[in-house]
């Protein structure tokens, strides 16, 4: 966030003073704040986030700082972005270009990067939201084995127990 003043309250109310840098990462209120922050840049942006792909052009994701974007095309996914980064500059938010990427669906799209109002977006095979593996071909087998890699320390912390035919699915 970019020219905010904040006061504390501490019987009285503090005069105001500047921040220099946005909200910090595991403050208490960080998620709070940014989500108020971003449900008004949503609702200024002025997509429709009712829905689902299936029903519109357009759907918009997002958990705190992670959203995604997705269209039915490449023109409708960059006009709700630009609308997005716009709606945020308005309040102070700045997109941070090196960590936007842009993954078509399909595999014939030969465009490498993407430009959009003169910066460049990265064009990726594969990403992770919200700590999971999303890659265009909906394989799921890379994030499976991350999945079963991330369980066997604890497999081999919990030993014998893990053997046991209570625990172990054989389908």
């Known amino acids: 966030?970019?020219?905010v003043e904040c006061k504390v309250r501490v019987q009285d109310v503090?005069?105001?003073?500047?921040t220099n840098r946005g909200l910090r990462q595991?403050?208490?209120?960080?998620?709070?704040l940014f989500n108020l922050a971003l449900e008004k840049v949503m609702r200024d942006s002025g997509i429709n986030?009712?829905?689902?792909?299936?029903?519109?052009?357009?759907?918009?994701m997002?958990?705190?700082d992670d959203i995604i974007i997705i269209g039915r095309t490449q023109?409708?996914?960059?006009e709700a972005f630009t609308r997005i980064k716009n709606a945020a500059e308005n309040i102070g938010l700045l997109i941070n270009i090196q960590k936007t990427k842009y993954m078509p669906a399909i595999s014939?799209?030969?465009q490498n990067n993407l430009e959009v109002q003169h910066e460049t977006i990265e064009k990726v095979g594969e990403f992770c939201y919200l700590g999971s593996l999303v890659d265009y071909k909906n394989n799921t087998s890379k994030e499976t084995k991350k999945k079963e890699y991330a369980?066997?320390?604890?497999?081999?912390?919990?030993?014998?127990?893990?053997?046991?035919?209570?625990?172990?699915?054989?389908?």
């Open 1 to 3: 966030m970019m020219k």
């Open 108 to 110: 014939r799209i030969q």
């Open 75 to 78: 023109n409708e996914a960059v």
């Open 14 to 18: 503090s005069k105001p003073f500047k």
């Open 26 to 32: 595991g403050d208490a209120l960080s998620c709070t």
């Open 62 to 64: 997002a958990y705190a």
């Open 49 to 60: 986030l009712k829905g689902t792909i299936y029903t519109r052009s357009i759907q918009v």
């Open 151 to 171: 369980w066997l320390p604890l497999v081999f912390w919990l030993g014998p127990s893990t053997k046991s035919e209570k625990y172990v699915n054989r389908e």
